[in-house]
């Protein structure tokens, strides 16, 4: 799986919209590009995942480069529940074949919403 | 719908003691994770299971051991704990059906502390 490079803390204020980068330069051609998240040490969230296209949906919206060696996980209007470490994965699409739906997690991103 | 269920939550364990944590999940996922996050870190696969009765190792297997005899659950076992495996645990399961989207769902976690 190809690595992901993420800030390691970002702040937003509330109402406004978070923009989370992750670069991921060396992603091959059948990797998608996953997000989670982690809110005071819960399990993890899916947010969402896309390939090459930009993808949207009641959580949040994902913007992927042209070239996919980079991407952006915006949520709108940010709120004060949405302070969490965000997770940037990049991995083989499907639970299927040999990666059986593995996640390798890095540090992540710290998003501090406040009022 | 419950999703993935840990228990216990909180465990204090001494040095050289056993235990077993169980993960269930009602979703009849084939396939289930053990996970660990230690104070700042991302979370490291430990053993993932794709079915009824297989076991495989992950990133981090060592002190660990796994058995999947039910689909629905997994449990996780320290022979003999040691302070380094003081972590939070988390579970999770996902499905090999759904094309590009492993999303996978996670319990709430058991904190170990071992003394």
């Known amino acids: 799986d190809a690595k992901t490079t993420q800030p390691t803390s970002m702040d937003c204020a509330e109402g406004r919209a978070a923009n989370l980068p992750c670069n991921h330069s060396t992603i091959s051609g059948n990797e998608y590009v996953y997000w989670y998240r982690q809110i005071h040490s819960q399990g993890p969230q899916y947010i969402i995942h896309?390939?090459?296209n930009n993808e949207t949906n009641e959580m949040a919206s994902l913007i992927i480069t042209e070239d996919r060696k980079s991407s952006t996980l915006i949520l709108p209007h940010a709120t004060l529940r949405d302070t969490a470490v965000y997770y940037c994965?990049?991995?083989?699409?499907?639970?299927?074949?040999?990666?059986?739906?593995?996640?390798?997690f890095g540090q992540g991103t710290i998003l501090t919403v406040h009022p | 719908n419950a999703g993935v269920t840990q228990t216990p939550k909180f465990r204090v364990l001494k040095t050289g003691q056993s235990m077993t944590l169980l993960c269930a999940q009602d979703?009849?996922?084939?396939?289930m994770y053990w996970y660990r996050q230690d104070p700042g870190m991302g979370l490291r696969l430990i053993h993932y299971?794709?079915?009824?009765?297989?076991?495989a190792k992950g990133e981090v297997p060592d002190g660990y051991n796994v058995s999947r005899l039910k689909k629905q659950n997994f449990l996780l076992g320290l022979e003999s704990a040691a302070p380094s495996q003081t972590s939070v645990y988390f579970c999770a399961s996902s499905s090999p059906v759904r094309v590009g989207n492993t999303e996978a769902f996670f319990g709430q976690g058991t904190r170990l502390t071992v003394v």
């Open positions: 299971s794709v079915g009824e009765g297989t076991t």
């Open positions: 979703m009849n996922h084939e396939y």
């Open positions: 896309g390939l090459k």
């Open positions: 994965i990049v991995r083989v699409a499907g639970a299927g074949g040999t990666s059986y739906g593995k996640l390798t």
